[in-house]
């Protein structure tokens, strides 16, 4: 297992354009994590999966927002009518059930910007 | 709800020289506590973590003691190098166990 993938790396899209990320959980983990990192920021928590339910949305969650497990393995965070304030990494990360207290296993991010 | 203090950075630091980072926080119950470092260009890596009041964790050399009566777990290095410099969140895990919540990180930065 080479641990949590997120793909892509890096998006550059227009305002007003939608986009869809990917992860990739370790196969074994079935908590999934999507996080927001604006520049010189502390992550934010964005949304939770436990297997293919969607637990937990913070209110930083709009409208145009939506994430998706559909088999409980990957999952997709899709942005709808991006906007410049979207531009940030996003972060996904995962866990498994038994083990919250070892903390989580990030990915590498995928950098948003939008222009 | 649940929160968590840095120290902001920059921390600009010789080679060598000791590194303390302050973390405290605001939780119910009884939290775990973690330290993640995030070197450029990548995803944050898990550094050391605690799970109960007076617990020491470590790793790489760095050092935090969970402590319950103030509230803090600092983060401590006695000789950096070079390649410590990342940026460091603090980070807890709340007693329902549902999300990590973090602090707003400090950048450390180690000359030769």
């Known amino acids: 297992d080479t641990g949590v993938s997120q793909d892509p790396r890096h998006k550059i899209t227009k305002r007003g354009q939608n986009v869809t990320f990917r992860c990739d959980p370790i196969?074994?983990?079935?908590?999934l994590y999507w996080y927001r990192q604006t520049l010189g920021q502390g992550p934010e928590f964005l949304t939770y999966?436990?297997?293919?339910?969607?637990?937990?949305k913070s209110r930083l969650l709009s409208d145009r927002f939506s994430a998706e497990r559909p088999k409980g393995s990957f999952s997709t965070l899709e942005i709808q009518r991006t906007e410049q304030g979207d531009s940030a990494m996003y972060l996904c990360?995962?866990?498994?059930?038994?083990?919250?207290?070892?903390?989580?296993?990030f990915g590498s991010g995928t950098r948003l910007t939008v222009v | 709800g649940n929160s968590v203090t840095q120290m902001e950075g920059p921390v600009t630091l010789s080679e060598e020289a000791f590194l303390t980072i302050n973390c405290t926080y605001t939780?119910?119950?009884?939290?775990?506590l973690f330290w993640y470092v995030q070197y450029p260009g990548e995803g944050l890596q898990l550094l050391l973590k605690?799970?109960?009041?007076?617990d020491k964790g470590s790793n790489k050399g760095f050092e935090a003691t969970y402590r319950k009566e103030t509230t803090s777990f600092h983060l401590e290095k006695g000789s950096v190098q070079v390649s410590d410099s990342a940026v460091y969140f603090c980070?807890?895990?709340?007693?329902?166990?549902?999300?990590?919540?973090f602090g707003g990180g400090t950048r450390v930065l180690v000359k030769p």
């Open positions: 990360a995962s866990s498994g059930a038994g083990d919250l207290n070892y903390g989580y296993t």
């Open positions: 196969s074994e983990h079935n908590r």
């Open positions: 999966f436990q297997n293919e339910a969607q637990l937990e």
């Open positions: 939780a119910t119950g009884y939290p775990s």
């Open positions: 605690a799970t109960k009041a007076d």
């Open positions: 980070a807890l895990l709340g007693a329902a166990g549902n999300k990590l919540t």
